[in-house]
């Protein structure tokens, strides 16, 4: 059974038009991870939850945006996506600090 | 600064041969993880291997093998008798204490083709 989802595995959206990538967990870990990967490079952490502190990253441009509103569940939001904004966007939960990270299988997203 | 070397970016070898995944690593922590993800071609990061770094015991597990060399800050990853569907991109990531918290630093990724 999938322990961290994403949906949805696709998302089509249009140059400028605000999008919602979404990101459940069933192990309860208290940190949620996201992070943009493209085309033949390694994932780009944008921030991350430890439980409901965020921590965002230096060079994480303003357009994006996330939520977490419980355990369970972490929003992505890109307000004004932009051509460069096409990716692989994958979710990430981790319990302790030494413990690998559980990665969803991604929701890769294409702006027309 | 915390950094990860996967110098190979692109293998290919022909299915049943070995294959070794070469990874170097910078740290200044005493305390990391070392880890590796496999990415098939459908995208999701699968879990692999986590080391510590007061464990240096190689690991065996079915065709996969791991050397952790810490006088040479090298983890590297072994594929024995590669099959067709090892096909992916690995990535070996590191996460140290101090000022990264944890936060993995990735390699750039080997795509490994097997074919048949």
């Known amino acids: 059974d999938a322990m961290v989802i994403q949906n949805p595995r696709y998302q089509v959206t249009q140059f400028g038009k605000p999008v919602t990538l979404s990101c459940s967990q069933t192990?309860?870990?208290?940190?949620m991870y996201w992070y943009q990967q493209k085309s033949s490079q390694a994932p780009k952490l944008l921030f991350h939850?430890?439980?409901?502190?965020?921590?965002n990253e230096a060079d994480t441009p303003d357009n994006f945006q996330s939520r977490r509103p419980n355990t369970s569940f972490c929003f992505l939001d890109i307000r004004s996506p932009g051509l460069g904004d096409a990716a692989m966007y994958l979710c990430?939960?981790?319990?302790?600090?030494?413990?690998?990270?559980?990665f969803g299988d991604g929701t890769r997203l294409s702006i027309l | 600064a915390q950094k990860v070397t996967q110098a190979q970016t692109e293998i290919s070898v022909v299915e049943k041969e070995d294959v070794t995944l070469d990874c170097v690593y910078e740290?200044?922590?005493?305390?990391?993880?070392l880890f590796w993800y496999k990415q098939p071609p459908s995208g999701e990061l699968v879990f692999l291997i986590r080391?510590?770094?007061?464990?240096?015991q190689n690991e065996i597990s079915g065709r996969y093998s791991w050397n952790f060399q810490k006088s040479t800050s090298s983890f590297n990853f072994t594929i024995t008798a590669s099959q067709v569907v090892d096909s992916a991109v690995y990535f070996c990531?590191?996460?140290?204490?101090?000022?990264?918290?944890?936060?993995?630093?990735f390699g750039k990724g080997t795509l490994l083709t097997v074919n048949p």
């Open positions: 740290t200044r922590d005493t305390t990391y993880y």
């Open positions: 939850y430890y439980d409901k502190d965020f921590n």
């Open positions: 192990l309860n870990h208290n940190v």
């Open positions: 990531a590191l996460s140290a204490s101090g000022g990264s918290n944890y936060k993995l630093t």
């Open positions: 990430a939960t981790r319990e302790g600090k030494n413990q690998p990270q559980h």
């Open positions: 080391r510590n770094s007061f464990d240096e």
